[in-house]
């Protein structure tokens, strides 16, 4: 079954660029770029999960970063964490021994801040630009090519990149220099973890309550209290399934970038601890893989 959704593009000239990381959002992110018409070449830790793309959307492999990104113009990467990205970008094997001269790296991990600027210190001097690109919308926006992504780089760089990256995405906006857009990642997840408790204590209250909370939530969906969250995951969560994309582990990790740069900027963020704190609960409850919409768990 394909992994991307059916959706029109805008017309955008063809370029030849690379994917790096093919895991739950690259692969489709890959795949909508292929479907616009780009020529894309893949790489993937793991070589299975590149042929596997390959056979399905008609692009080419490499089995190095530095192969993969050979001649291309944008490089595209979305990977794990700031250590995951520091080894495909640099290093013998890394895109930066392998890019060209003018051509942009844009990373769609979630990343650190202070990577986006040591990479992007890396690349200046070899005539690379880096975007940073962390991106919001979960599996279904990958799979959808609805993707809202928050950059952070040089605006010339970001308007060259801008029209290729729409191939999977709704919304491309740039927020400053480096590290702006990880940084904007950061207060994205910190809104998604207070909304996510708010929401789980409303259910399970309600519940306690006796109340029909497929009703309830049809009925303050359409005033004050609706989100995102209660749209997508509410009466999911009511039904006690938790298997929608965006993982726990996933979120710690991300919660983990939001506390580093509080300490360091002296932020204060005393619910988003305490919320990072219950998702803690929930992995010792077996939950690592359970969607972020789990906390519920913990109030059952």
């Given at each position: 079954m394909p992994s991307t959704n059916a959706r029109t593009?805008?017309?955008?000239?063809?370029?030849?660029?690379?994917?790096?990381?093919?895991?739950?959002m690259g692969q489709p992110m890959a795949g909508h770029l292929a479907l616009a018409g780009h020529s894309v070449t893949v790489y993937n830790r793991s070589p299975a999960k590149a042929q596997a793309w390959v056979a399905e959307f008609k692009g080419t492999s490499a089995p190095t970063p530095?192969?993969?990104?050979?001649?291309?113009?944008i490089v595209f990467c979305c990977v794990g964490n700031d250590d995951d990205l520091r080894a495909v970008v640099l290093g013998q094997d890394g895109a930066l021994a392998g890019m060209k001269p003018g051509a942009i790296f844009v990373d769609h991990t979630t990343a650190s801040a202070d990577v986006a600027r040591e990479l992007q210190a890396a690349a200046q001097p070899l005539g690379i630009a880096f975007v940073d690109a962390p991106v919001s919308g979960g599996q279904a926006g990958a799979q959808n090519g609805l993707l809202t992504v928050m950059c952070g780089g040089d605006p010339i760089a970001f308007e060259t990149m801008r029209p290729v990256a729409m191939a999977f995405s709704r919304a491309v906006t740039l927020l400053g220099p480096s590290g702006a857009g990880q940084l904007a990642k950061m207060v994205n997840q910190i809104c998604i973890a207070g909304l996510v408790q708010g929401l789980s204590e409303a259910i399970a209250f309600g519940q306690k309550a006796g109340l029909d909370m497929h009703q309830v939530l049809d009925v303050i969906g359409k005033g004050a209290a609706q989100s995102w969250q209660m749209d997508n995951r509410g009466k999911t969560m009511v039904d006690d399934k938790f298997e929608f994309g965006f993982a726990v582990d996933w979120m710690r990790k991300d919660l983990s970038l939001v506390m580093d740069e509080a300490r360091r900027n002296g932020a204060r963020v005393p619910v988003t601890a305490l919320v990072d704190q219950f998702y803690a609960d929930v992995q010792q409850m077996g939950g690592e893989r359970w969607d972020t919409s789990s906390l519920i768990k913990r109030l059952r």
């Open positions: 593009y805008d017309a955008v000239a063809p370029r030849r660029v690379a994917f790096l990381g093919l895991g739950v530095r192969e993969a990104v050979a001649g291309c113009d």
